[in-house]
């Protein structure tokens, strides 16, 4: 400490340390430098006092709005809410500029497009190894008539969408001892190329799935065999040197193919009666696809692989469905859009496709591309010149909307087509492609489509 009073106006003198106690006893003396006479005393009394009592109101306002620990040391402080409705306003102005300037400056759609799934079909027409020859619709030799007719009545339409039990269409009738197919006594006497199988388009792709964008159908694909479906179409992809049923886009959303394929067979073994028809389409923009793989998988499911049936090869004839439940070949696979066969030898059990099938066109963009007969009944895919034992058509709209399909699957427009498209080729269809299988009576209608057609074949063998 130093002794401040060493310090003159304009004459700095050396500073004298003084003790501690000199210091505190200086720091008790009164803080006016006047004279105190009773006079000033009182009037500086009063000013104290009214000092006081300001910061003690002061005080006490503020302490209303402070937080103090326990020892009164304040927590935090007040805080004011500084978002009012004008400020709240202008930032939603500012945030809407700014979507519609990153919407015009930057290629938002390019970005969009590359991350969402894509519902282009494959090549079309399709020129994989499987299928060298481009299908190619014989209008001039039926001219567009061939006597078809699939214009079915149905007295007591049952739509799909309850599908916790077997509809009374698809049930084998149990007086009865002769050997049922399909749900139909009538469809053991038919071929497997003389069938007709209702057919899920992108079957892994549901809702109920975990597919929350561009899904081809609201419920899954086990719930669709109990509801009559037969013919299930399966997306291949191979995400990180992994298998899934996906949606051309990994972990967007993916079916275990070893849990579909347990589900399958739980299936049919439960109903001995039935035959399944799956198709596979390879998706190699993640990663090779090899079908022996695939065939691995169903081996990890015991009973899956004694189940499938091996063709005898192309031009060679297919067997009564009759026959498929008497040997318990109840699992027809067939494969397309690509990949490859370890040592270019294949699963036995697969079939190329195209090899056996001719398809419609793929890509109808709305309801009157598909009402468009020279459009959509044409043939894109497949052996040319119609040489193949199946033929597809294709019944929805792309990509896929629950409306359209709301519409396609009635009977009228779906009995309406398959006449058209049948007459356009000359061969009744065999696959039914269709989105959102729970609309509409699809599965009904090619069960009485079936029956059609064994009575047909039955008149025509008497005559």
Known sequence: MYDMSSISKGNVQQRTPISARAAAASLQQPKSHFKQTPG???????????????????????RMDMEYDEFGRLVSPPKKNRCTLPV??????????????TWQVFPTEEIVVKFLPKFEAPASPYTGEEAPDTATSDTENNNGDAG???DIPLENEVPSSDATSVPSFMKCPTDSEELCCNGSLENCQLKVNETMFATLHNAMSTEEGGFNFGFNHYKTLEKAMVAGYRGVNLDLCNCNGKLQFCHNICDYGERIPQEVFANVLDFLKQYPSEVIILVFQATTEKGPIVWNDLYDEMKQVQGFEDMLYVHQGEGKDWPLMGDLIKSNKRIVTFYFNGGTCTDDICPEPFLPFYKYTAETEYQSANLDDLRNIQYSCQLTRGP????????????FVTPP???ASAITNTQKFLS???????????????FVYVDFWSKGVTSQLVQYANKQMAAQKKEKEQK
């Open 40 to 62: 000033n005393k009182r009037q500086q009394n009063q000013d104290d006092a009214s000092i006081q009592n300001a910061s003690q109101n002061s005080t006490h306002s503020n």
């Open 88 to 101: 709240a306003a202008f930032s939603l102005v500012l945030v809407a500029v700014a979507l519609i300037v």
């Open 148 to 150: 078809i007719d699939i």
């Open 384 to 395: 040319g010149g119609f040489k193949g034992d199946f033929f597809a058509v294709n019944n």
């Open 401 to 403: 909307d629950p409306e």
């Open 416 to 430: 309406e087509r398959l006449t058209n498209c049948a007459n356009y080729n000359g061969k009744r269809p065999n």
